[in-house]
């Protein structure tokens, strides 16, 4: 084995970032602002003006910001929440945590999202209160618009997860800006990350931001009054602070992870690796790469690329509705197969912010190499 090549390296960052970090978690100790303070207020601020909303709720984690939304959308017991069945666990589990029972979604083989066919005919089957849009691989769902409109035309409440595509556009506008109620996660892993788990909830309806608010601040009206039961649900300073910190580098970050999924879609086109892109209208962040492969291909292919030294990802390796848990829960599912095959099937090469030349290299070497034999 030569060089090996990690899927993720979460510690490349701009030459002064940790030096400037480091700073200022001086002062945040000197000042004793540990909870709330001027970072928070400064990070929400900045995030709301990048995704071109009006509001923006920090909050402890990207799960947590998918059961504010849900709550303050008034979700709960007895409420049917349409889910898709390609996503991470958090979008099924927020649902059943708030109260509520999710009901799955199978997603398009082709563009791995939800088609506005599909939604609609799930919509008339389940009758849901709210329905989970997520956008996955770091770029919007392909039917976005008419989805929206579907869901506007039944009277669903349309929650939009953009863990994955956090300044993603379409239609020349951010994901989250033409989102009735969105939320993304800030895990490290992101385009965007902290310096451990935060998330955000987004909205251009300054009623729903402050419930949300409330909701994530134990359901406060002020100190000691309350106007719901809420919980504790609030963005730490140190990760505002690297959120900060990160914010003026991202477009730089992007244009490097965009460099890498382009070289793998330019130099490993031809082979029996089906690289996807999101479509005309859309703009990705580059969030990963994203292949398909049939299923016996790709158990041989990975064990390459792990024999190798080459990282990689299978985003995600099971369906939603086929978990040893999901029946418990569920209100039911319209399934074609699609998401469990493509659970088998995708395949996600190395991808981070200022992965070398050379590395990506390495990996488009040792790609030819297992099918040119």
Known sequence: MTQPVPFIDLSRFEPGFSEGFLTGVRTLVEKTQFVGGPQIELCEKA???????????????????????LRAADVGPGDIVLVPDMTFWATFEAVVNVGARPATVDVDRETLHWNARLFEEAVLKFKPK???????????????????????????????????????????????AGAQLSTTSFYPAKVLGASGDAGACF???ADLALKTRKLANHGRRDHYSYDYVGW??????????????????LAARLKSRGRAVEHYRRELAGLPLKFLSPGPGIEENYYCSVALVE????????????????????????AMSVQPCSERWMAGKISHGNAEWISQAVLNLPTFAYIRDDEMARVVSVVKAFFNG
């Open 47 to 69: 995030l709301a003006a990048h995704e071109g909303v009006t509001h923006a709720v920090g909050c402890a984690n990207g799960t947590d910001a998918l059961q504010l939304v």
């Open 130 to 176: 709210a329905a989970m849009l997520v956008h996955l691989y770091g770029w919007a769902c392909p039917d976005t618009m008419a989805i929206r409109k579907a869901a506007q035309k039944h009277g669903v409440f349309l929650i939009e997860d953009c863990a994955q595509a956090f300044g993603a556009k379409i239609g020349g506008k951010t994901v989250i």
């Open 203 to 205: 909205t251009n309806d």
């Open 232 to 249: 504790n649900s609030r963005m730490g300073a140190y990760e505002a602070l690297f959120l900060n910190q990160s914010l003026p580098h």
């Open 295 to 318: 299923p016996a291909v790709r158990a041989r292919l990975t064990e390459h690329l792990k024999k190798e030294g080459i990282g990689f990802g299978t985003i995600y390796p099971g």
